[in-house]
């Protein structure tokens, strides 16, 4: 959805946190690499919203950034304006009673895969020579 939007929109994002960096040379801007299943965003903290939610910024396994949409090229920023904290969502995943049903067959359950599976997979190979 972040691509079709237009660069400096207002939008609202919540994903995994897989990289937390601030580089030395970047006058206290953190930058936070964010992941779902539809893709990855970067998050741009600027030093004074990090001193209002350092919480949120050190310690978030999952985090929702609201902010503004920037756009260089193939990359997508969202320049953050506040910052919420949503590891509890993680968390509830490991209090689920019952068993967790999945649509995937135990590994054990599966001998051979399919002739010509992983064909379907990787597609027909190019002879590089």
Do not use: C
Request: proline share 6%.
């Amino acid at each position: 959805m972040l691509p079709s939007l237009k660069d400096g929109a207002r939008v609202a994002v919540a994903s995994l946190v897989l990289i937390r960096q601030q580089p030395g040379t970047a006058s206290g801007v953190i930058f936070e690499t964010l992941e779902d299943e539809t893709g990855i965003v970067n998050a741009i903290i600027w030093p004074s919203l990090f001193a209002k939610q350092r919480r949120e910024v050190l310690t978030a396994t999952m985090l929702g950034v609201h902010g503004r949409l920037q756009r260089e090229g193939d990359v997508i920023h969202v320049i953050a304006d506040r910052l919420v904290d949503l590891g509890h969502i993680l968390r509830g995943l490991t209090e689920l009673d019952g068993p967790f049903e999945t649509p995937l067959p135990r590994a054990d359950e599966v001998r051979r895969p399919e002739p010509g599976s992983l064909r379907l997979v990787y597609g027909e190979g190019r002879n590089f020579k």
